[in-house]
């Protein structure tokens, strides 16, 4: 696959207005997020909850779609965490990504579904891929070990695309957001990811008057991560304006290191303790960010600078999460 760094824009685009769109994961943090910028749009937006439809299951998957007939899908349905449930939890991880995967994009294009996304992951390129991590970086090298079995299964995912596009001329789309955090997001420090994680852990060293927080790792690897409204606008943003069988990053083109990510915390929070790094938990990949050249000649960037989303996700802990002080 070659790519330039440019990109065609959809003209005209693609329209939503009027049209049925099913959110797949409407309850998961981005799907929650689409559901909430959706509304803008003037469409018919329908969700399936688990019991009424599993996605693991194909039977399940295919006669809930020839019932609806969804004209647009957003495949935001998934099993993700942090480092430690993707290395704990690889069967898990692998079958459910791949199984929702393949029935929704098989039933979706048996169906007729004019337009479909699917989301990746940033974890799709190899772990030393170079910086910030180009589309074309894709398989050109070893995963990151912790989680191979989620990054194999996004892989499969929009190759899926791919190959609906090619033998069948599907206009499916694969996006690749880069870390996401925000409202909705999980704060289980068993399963989370690092920004609830920290949210969670110096709210709580906070409340006990504790002296220091434990952050995993060296507090040295390096993270962009984007504030998941954000992100919702932009995958809104490419099922207008993208057409391409090449998948295309979403990201802010910034990184912090998890030690500074910490001290921002610390500072929403209004933490003024320390922190006591544990080398004898994972690092992961030594740096992840995304090269967003593509996506911004398409005309979309950012709003949320990291600052202010980790205040509004503090903020949205406090009014659902957190026990009352
Ligand atoms: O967010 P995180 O779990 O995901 O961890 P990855 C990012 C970094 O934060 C790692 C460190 O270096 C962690 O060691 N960290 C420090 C912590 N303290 C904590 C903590 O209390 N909890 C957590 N969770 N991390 C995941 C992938 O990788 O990112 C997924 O495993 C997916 O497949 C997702 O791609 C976006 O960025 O390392």
Same mark, same amino acid.
């Given at each position: 696959m070659s790519m330039s760094s440019t990109v065609a824009r959809l003209d005209p685009p693609f329209r939503l207005e009027g049209r049925r769109v099913w959110v797949a994961g409407h309850r998961g943090m981005v799907g929650a997020a689409l559901m909430r910028r959706l509304a803008a749009e003037g469409c018919e937006v329908l969700t399936a909850t688990r019991d009424v /439809?599993? $996605?693991?299951r194909q039977d399940q998957t295919e006669g809930w779609l020839a019932e609806k007939?969804?004209?647009?899908?957003?495949?935001?349905a998934a099993t993700v965490g942090g480092i430690l449930v993707n290395d704990n939890r690889p069967a898990a991880f692998i079958y459910d990504n791949l199984a929702i995967e393949t029935n929704v994009v098989h039933a979706a294009w048996k169906t007729g579904a004019v337009k479909l996304l699917f989301l990746g992951s940033?974890?799709?390129?190899?772990?030393?891929?170079?910086?910030?991590?180009?589309?074309? /970086?894709? $398989?050109?090298g070893p995963l990151e070990p912790t989680n191979q079995w989620y990054a194999v299964a996004k892989i499969a995912g929009l190759k899926m695309c791919q190959a609906y596009r090619r033998?069948?001329?599907?206009d499916f789309i694969a996006a690749m957001p880069t870390n996401l955090y925000g409202?909705?997001?999980?704060?289980e420090l068993a399963s989370s990811h690092v920004i609830p994680a920290l949210v969670a852990k110096i709210h709580r060293a906070k409340a006990d008057g504790l002296e220091a927080v434990e952050i995993w790792g060296t507090g040295k690897p390096r993270r962009e991560f984007l504030y998941v409204d954000d992100l919702a606008d932009a995958l809104i943003f490419l099922v207008k304006c993208y057409s391409d069988e090449a998948p295309i990053n979403v990201g802010t083109g910034t990184d912090v290191t998890i030690g500074e990510l910490a001290r921002m915390i610390a500072e929403v929070v209004g933490f003024e303790g320390g922190f006591r790094f544990n080398p004898g938990r994972p690092d992961g990949t030594p740096r992840k960010l995304l090269e967003v050249s593509r996506l911004k000649s398409l005309g979309w960037a950012p709003r949320t600078g990291l600052s202010e989303g980790l205040a509004k996700t503090y903020a949205w802990f406090l009014d659902n999460v957190a026990e009352p002080a």
């Open positions: /439809a599993d $996605l693991r007939r969804p004209e647009v899908i957003f495949l935001a940033s974890c799709i390129y190899p772990r030393l891929a170079p910086q910030p991590m180009a589309e074309d /970086a894709l $398989l050109t033998q069948y001329g599907a409202p909705g997001d999980n704060f």
